[in-house]
């Protein structure tokens, strides 16, 4: 599977963007699908995750309530919504998904293929 990430960009705080990722596999029930991202110096951390079979989403506790992750099924693509930007959601954000959903949401190990990254840059 493939993953291709867009809609990066620079963008004023209290902005917003919305990522997407597609994904080259047609999707199944038991797909999880995540956002993930890195600042400059910093790790690659947990952002966003959905599973297919059930639209259960999952979130950081530092984008709850501003970000929004979605699915569209018919486009095997994942969107990442996300509004009120603040400069610290500077980052590098990565798409990630597997074709079985095992092991956390959380967690970087759950996810078998990665995209590319696109890098969403705030300014304050």
């Known amino acids: 599977v493939q993953l291709q990430a867009s809609g990066g960009g620079l963008v004023q705080a209290g902005g917003s963007l919305r990522l997407s990722c597609a994904a080259s596999a047609r999707t199944s029930s038991s797909y999880i699908m995540g956002w993930f991202r890195q600042a400059p110096g910093k790790e690659r951390e947990f952002v966003a995750a959905?599973?297919?079979?059930?639209?259960?989403?999952y979130y950081a506790d530092s984008v709850k309530g501003r970000f929004t992750i979605s699915r569209d099924n018919a486009k095997a693509t994942v969107y990442l919504q996300m509004n009120s930007l603040k400069a610290e959601d500077t980052a590098v954000y990565y798409c990630?998904?597997?074709?079985?959903?095992?092991?956390?949401?959380?967690?970087?190990?759950?996810?078998?293929?990665w995209g590319q990254g696109t890098l969403v840059t705030v300014s304050s």
């Open positions: 959905i599973r297919w079979s059930n639209s259960n989403t």
């Open positions: 990630a998904a597997d074709t079985v959903y095992l092991g956390s949401a959380y967690r970087q190990s759950t996810y078998k293929f």
